[in-house]
């Protein structure tokens, strides 16, 4: 009796020392059983959150279960990706995660309050977003090589435009400078459209712009677009090289979004998300929107999204390091 009883507490350690596995282990197999909420580290109504309800209706199906979106913004989507990272690894609260969120910021902040790559299980990169890199039409820059040239002869001199410090435009004109060997002046904006019209009315020199947004002022003349910063040729700017091939080989700067869970997610959870949200990328529905909003299908499963992850969190730290942006 008295070994039975001294077993009986061992096994009984053992199962406070694992924590929840053997509870999440069996809750995998049913899983899912309630509703899913995805949280959006933004307000209502930009694109993160319009394609996370998108996934959502189109995975609620599949999983049988609701899925619901909910927005908790705040400090460059830190506040709703902490909140995700510190929620219980069950697969019911999501991250509709972005490059600002879980690559950037782990770069520019010592203070973060969670790691990108060992406090998350992701599910699926979904989608990428290249940007371009335009000048005015009336600029005498006609090329990538043209701007390298230019900035090498005239150190600090060459401007671009962005919607602020971390924005995935202000990094990837960071990568652009530390991979050309040139000086670029970063002048931050509240936004976007700030950043665009000054480059219209010719007082600043250049920007890494939003391909939609952007492809408008291209097609009627008003802008040149230089180079896309990803690794293909964009379907939106038919005819308009990648920077890689324009003058800067190996280059490659593109946001991108996700869905990620909190690490310890059982892999069975991670599975099964992960195969809902490849049927959905397949949808028309979803198919229209990446073709409207100038989105990219990327679908990596688990693994590879887990190594594409921590290859983003290395290259933006290598970046920041460079360019003293450290926060």
């Known amino acids: 009796m008295r070994r039975q009883f001294l077993k009986g507490l061992g ?35 930009g694109s993160t959150d319009l394609l996370a309800r998108k996934i959502g209706e189109a995975i609620s199906g599949p999983l049988g279960q609701p899925v619901v979106v909910e927005n908790r913004g705040g400090a460059g989507g830190t506040v709703g990706a902490n909140y995700v990272a510190k929620s219980d690894p069950d697969g019911y609260t999501l991250l509709m995660g ?39 039409a009336d600029s005498p820059y006609q090329s990538v090589q043209d701007v390298i040239d230019y900035a090498k002869a005239n150190p600090d ?65 008003r802008l040149r677009a230089l180079g896309v910063t990803g690794t293909q040729e964009h379907y939106l700017l038919t ?18 979004q996700g869905i990620f869970a909190p690490a310890g997610t059982p892999p069975e959870v991670l599975d099964k998300l ?32 887990k190594d594409f992850i921590a290859a983003e969190v290395k290259k933006w730290t290598g970046v920041v390091d460079a360019a003293g942006l450290k926060q």
């Open 274 to 305: 992960y195969d809902a949200i490849a049927a959905a990328l397949q949808t028309e529905d979803l198919q229209t929107l990446f073709k409207e909003r100038g989105f990219l299908v990327e679908g990596m499963p688990p693994a590879q999204s």
């Open 157 to 221: 001199t060459f401007t671009h435009g962005t919607p602020g410090v971390g924005t995935s435009m202000h990094m990837a004109g960071e990568l652009f400078a530390l991979e050309s060997g040139t000086k670029l002046v970063h002048v931050p904006y509240k936004g976007s459209a700030a950043a665009l019209q000054d480059l219209l009315g010719g007082r600043i020199d250049a920007m890494f712009g939003d391909i939609l947004v952007t492809s408008e002022y291209i097609n009627s003349g």
């Open 239 to 256: 005819g308009v090289p990648t920077i890689a091939e324009a003058g800067l080989p190996g280059y490659d700067a593109a946001s991108w």
């Open 98 to 136: 972005v490059t600002g969120s879980n690559a950037i910021s782990a770069a520019l902040r010592d203070d973060l309050p969670y790691n990108p790559v060992t406090d998350f299980a992701p599910v699926s990169i979904v989608i990428s977003s290249p940007l371009v890199l335009v000048v005015n």
């Open 11 to 45: 096994a009984a350690a053992l199962a406070l020392t694992t924590g929840l596995g053997p509870t999440l282990a069996q809750a995998a197999g049913t899983y899912p059983d309630k509703p899913i909420t995805i949280v959006v580290p933004f307000p209502p109504g």
